[in-house]
């Protein structure tokens, strides 16, 4: 199942976004704790996080959350059927083509504002 193919990079990339999303909470957390500080620190900081360079970290966060949630499918299947570690390559397939279908919007969306130089709105 591993060994340099889809097996490996699902693990290796079910790790890697699932890091990702602990350094966001860590960040979300700490932006919420700023609020201690009064509502200037806290605002200070939301314009901060509006920054082009948080937008594509929050397509990194989205594929994130995306691929980390299918692919957690996929492992639910290959560990409580008969056939998921049969059809395990198949499945990690069927994870791309539901994380294509479901990030092209936010994609289009995000990106969009961020190279047209909007804010999303």
Do not use: C
Request: glycine share 14%; aromatic share 18%; net charge positive.
């Amino acid at each position: 199942m591993y060994r340099g193919r889809e097996g490996q990079w699902a693990f290796y990339l079910h790790r890697i976004s699932g890091l990702g999303i602990l350094v966001f909470l860590v960040l979300h957390v700490a932006n919420i704790a700023s609020a201690m500080w009064g509502p200037e620190v806290s605002n200070a900081l939301m314009k901060f996080y509006h920054q082009p360079v948080f937008q594509i970290g929050l397509l990194a966060l989205i594929a994130g959350v995306l691929y980390h949630g299918f692919n957690g499918l996929r492992i639910i299947l290959m560990d409580f059927t008969r056939w998921g570690v049969r059809y395990q390559r198949q499945l990690w397939y069927g994870v791309w083509a539901l994380f294509v279908v479901f990030y092209l919007p936010f994609l289009i969306r995000i990106g969009g504002s961020i190279l047209g130089g909007g804010h999303g709105d």
